[in-house]
């Protein structure tokens, strides 16, 4: 499938990459967040964006669902160029979040949060809301139906269904999170750090969720995550950044390896 | 004090779980049986009746200022342009004010004979809602960049821009000897609606107004309870809470506040042109700032965000206005001995008012229902492992 625009440079993809960013750089005034940093991403895999704080994982993720732009570089997503796009069009491409700080809707219960998820899938307009044609009314029907069947898929009680998300505890909170990410019906979702604030327990049954995730849902899965033992236990390659460098790439045993890795981030011996 | 509020709390549940699943369709049906035939309880032309005309008016304001602030969360402190704009519409199109033309539409055979643009009166009731639909979005298009209290000074200037032009039209010349407004003179003589049907709209009786208006809100509340159970609706509410998760949840933003902007400026404008009607006139003198401010005082009052809650703020304090307060307490101080009318101090009044309010039920007298959970679900979530947030602080970030 080469529908690609032509490549302005040689890093183009040969391999079916779902996403692919090409030489992406972000300054912020003289701050350089993230500098010249290439990252592609093959489809239905479990890939890891590591590094300590700072390093600018959270500003890349940030570009990749059009909440900022690069200043340089392009991000090209199933074969499609996104780098200016809206972040609206984005996860109506197909690419959907969390949240590193838990950002639900305050005021929606934990069903209306997930239906927002749906926004981009419905067709609804005003006139559609005022009239209420049967068109409208079962799209609407429908939507619950899914946000609830999510949320029971992400292991939210049915009697938490519909409490307000704010109200619901941490460990569910999460779990609203991930289930309004996948109410868009995404094709790559970035989780950014999704196990902060859990227990070892809850990690691993993230864990194993996220590889259930993947299978069911035939989804592509991108994470930023601190916990070593979940990032090495889950990613297929891992990616790791420090002062907006990538400093290393590869499958687990290699970046555990690498010696540039350690000394990000444990520091220079001697 | 609190175990005071939870015992109340628990009586409220209780008491709602034993009431039926009609208990609201009920309550509705009665309340729009006694809205239809409160004319007959009051005279023809009374004071209350009078009071109770504005006052539908107000609420019609007040649902349109609830999706901008409420619902959508965008501070607007330049309403009262649309009620400007609605009444420019109506004395525009139904009165003897551009003299140098000859239209007429479907209007009553007195209206027909007289010169200047004569339409009917749903026409110009379309045409403002067109008119101020349009001027929201314009209005809206600077703030979509800012946040919270920039939206409010951007808003405000807008609503004082209109209040100028209003002044000022009649020295802006249209051609022909004709002006843009009648400035502080008003446009005088403006059409009362005419339906074949019905009996005259005169101010000698004035119940036909009342149903009119009734029947305006009624239309506007439909609209904005079928909105609020919208995918649109829980855009807007998205957006409120956090504007980034939103459009990261794939919300369009610029769409999505344009419409809140316009749905809301709409209602204005319908309002709007019907006081232009009512009032007969449309005087630039009527679109100052501090009713900006007032109808923002019946949506706070009413429960930010909450449609019935509106729809009380706004018959509230527009009976309070101009039933209570000029018809009934006027006299009050002199009672006391003091020299003074009670309709000069109306502000102090409504900002103790307020004040009040704010203090004893923060969340407004019928708040909205998703608030409500969050005062309420406490009861059930001191059970869980996770305690209730506190209070009205609906942020949702940590």
Known sequence: ?270 | MSELRAQLAEWRAAFEERVPRWWNRALAILLLVVGVIFPFLTGSSSGLLNGAIIAVAYAVMSLGLNVVVGMAGLLDLGYVAFYALGAYSMGWFGSEFFAKLNIHVLVSPVAGQLPGIHLNFVLILIASVVVCAVAGMIIGLPTLRLRGDYIAIVTLAFGEIIGVIAVNGQSVSLGNGMTLTAGNLGISAVDPPYFPISRAFSLLDERPWYWLIFGILLIVLFVNLRIRDSRLGRAWVALREDEVAAVSMGIPLVKTKMLAYAIGAAFGGMAGAFFGAYYTTVNAGQFQFGFSIFILAMVIIGGLGSIWGAVLGGLLLGLINNYLIPDVLNDLPSKFGLHFQLTSVEFGIFGFLLVIVMVLRPQGLLPERRRKLEFTSDLVTTTDTQLAEPSATSGGVI
């Open chain 1, 1 to 270: 499938m080469t529908t690609l625009p032509a490549p302005n440079d040689a890093v183009a993809p040969a391999e079916p990459f779902i996403l692919s960013a090409q030489r992406i750089t972000k300054r912020f005034g003289g701050l350089l967040a993230v500098d010249d940093v290439s990252f592609d991403i093959p489809e239905r895999s479990i890939v890891s964006l590591i590094g300590p704080n700072g390093a600018g994982k959270t500003t890349y993720f940030n570009m990749l669902t059009g909440l900022y732009r690069p200043t340089e570089g392009r991000i090209l997503f199933d074969g499609r160029n996104i780098t200016r796009a809206r972040p609206d069009i984005i996860t109506a491409r197909g690419v959907a979040r969390t949240f590193q700080n838990i950002r639900l809707f305050g005021a929606l219960t934990a069903i209306e949060n997930v239906m927002i998820g749906h926004h981009a899938r419905m067709r609804a307009g005003v006139f559609g809301a005022v009239l209420r044609p049967p068109w409208v009314q079962r799209e609407e029907k429908e939507t619950r139906e899914r946000a609830r069947d999510l949320l029971t898929y992400v292991g939210v009680k049915e009697r938490d269904h519909d409490r307000l998300a704010t109200q619901l505890a941490y460990g569910d909170q999460r779990r609203v999170e991930i289930a309004r990410a996948l109410a868009s019906s995404p094709k790559l979702l970035l989780l950014d750090e999704p196990t902060a604030g859990m227990n070892p327990r809850e990690s691993g049954v993230l864990t194993d969720f996220m590889r259930a995730l993947r299978d069911d849902l035939k989804l592509t899965i991108l994470l930023i995550e601190h916990d070593m033992k979940v990032v090495m236990g889950v990613s297929e390659r891992i990616t790791v950044l420090d002062h907006g460098r990538k400093i290393a790439e590869g499958d687990p045993a290699e970046v555990r390896a690498n010696p540039a890795v350690i000394e990000a981030y444990l520091g220079k011996e001697g």
